[in-house]
């Protein structure tokens, strides 16, 4: 037999009956709720393996993230430490590199030392202040590169800058004091070119 058509009252009636119908989204959820009780009764999740390995993944990562931060720390302190001794001998050569160039030309300013003091009545004014004036000009040019005489007469002996050649009884001083500077020191930029050769008192008797 036919089926009557349907009206739109018909319809309308359908679809309030749809409507008036129980959801099943309550159901799942209680499902759900029920789900997890049972999943915390037996242990919680069971373990996952996935889960373990990226851990550990992490931990590793992390261990040598730390470890390259250290290394990178050091290589930073080397490096800057490397530098600070290249800018120290830098220093130090240019400071020192007229070192032997000095010990050569001590042995000029001694003689013309000696030969000023030498000079007798038959040398001339304008011989005498010729040998003064270039002996000032070797001394001055000393001088502008950092050399400077030690001449110690009268002050303790210092082994560090005098070389005793000589120790002669002498009441008048205090033991162990420069009686007579025999050839002066020199000392470049504060270190030693050369001792000065002297002569030290000691205790009479």
């Not at 931060?69 to 302190?77: E, G, P």
């Not at 490096?79 to 032997?100: G, H, S, T």
């Amino acid at each position: 037999m036919a089926k009557d058509p349907q009206t739109p009252l018909d319809e309308e009636l359908m679809r309030q009956e749809q409507e008036a119908e129980p959801q099943p989204v309550e159901g799942e959820v209680e499902s759900a709720a029920e789900a997890a009780e049972q999943a915390e009764d037996q242990g919680e999740v069971s373990d996952n393996p996935e889960a373990e390995v990226l851990a550990a993944r992490v931990e590793e990562l992390e261990q040598g993230l730390a470890e390259a931060k250290d290394q990178a720390l050091r290589a930073a302190a080397e490096a800057q430490n490397v530098r600070r001794r290249a800018e120290q001998e830098a220093e130090k050569a240019r400071k020192f590199a007229l070192e032997k160039f000095v010990k050569e030309l001590l042995p000029v300013v001694d003689s013309l030392e000696k030969a000023l003091e030498t000079m007798g009545e038959e040398a001339s004014e304008a011989h005498r202040e010729g040998v003064a004036m270039t002996l000032k000009m070797q001394l001055d040019v000393l001088a502008k590169f950092g050399v400077e005489a030690v001449e110690p007469a009268g002050e303790p002996f210092d082994p560090q800058v005098h070389e005793a050649m000589a120790m002669v009884p002498n009441p008048e001083l205090d033991p162990n004091t420069v009686m007579d500077v025999m050839q002066k020191g020199y000392l470049l930029n504060g270190r030693l070119v050369r001792p000065a050769m002297v002569v030290v008192s000691q205790a009479a008797g």
